[in-house]
């Protein structure tokens, strides 16, 4: 489907919905959209279409969804009675093209969901950092992440490709942690 497509269907879809930080859902669409690139883009605008409204698999199909975008919807659409964390890990270790697509898309939508909600966990709501961090471990461990997207840094030592990452510790880096 032709990313224009996807953001008229997401916004008639998503007229008037606020998420809940209380953001129009379409402002928050279009800013998970702009940070993900071509390829992703189609799936960006379409991420909470299934979850958040009525609108069916077989419309977006009608319009050119692609079975890659459709199983990529499919992966960040969490089930009825799915828990967060099993959400996400499904999204983490997601095989193929499907995986990647929705691997790029969620980390986008975490890292707006963080800026907009704040970098500290409110109570009762989704664990966003939890959430980036294992997706980003996933997309480091495919060679999905360029160098440059490096998202944390180890605490105590250099990141190094020869240091196994099961024994490095992980934080947010601050602004004094530098390069």
Do not use: C
């Amino acid at each position: 489907m032709e990313p224009v497509s996807a953001r008229s269907i997401a916004h008639a879809s998503h007229a008037g919905q606020h998420n809940r930080e209380g953001i129009l859902r379409t402002e928050h669409i279009e800013r998970v959209a702009a940070s993900v690139t071509p390829e992703a883009r189609t799936v960006a605008f379409l991420h909470d279409v299934i979850e958040w409204t009525d609108t069916p698999y077989e419309e977006l199909r009608a319009h050119g969804l692609s079975d890659v975008e459709v199983a990529a919807l499919e992966l960040l659409t969490r089930a009825d009675g799915e828990s967060y964390a099993s959400h996400v890990l499904r999204i983490a270790h997601a095989q193929g093209t499907a995986g990647r697509l929705a691997r790029t898309v969620k980390v986008a939508d975490l890292e707006e969901h963080l800026q907009t909600a704040g970098k500290v966990h409110q109570p009762g709501g989704p664990p966003y950092a939890w959430a980036r961090r294992h997706v980003v471990i996933a997309q480091e461990r495919r060679n999905e992440r360029r160098s440059d997207q490096i998202a944390y840094v180890a605490t105590g030592a250099p990141v190094s490709a020869a240091r196994p990452v099961a024994t490095q510790r992980w934080m947010w880096p601050t602004a004094a942690a530098g390069p």
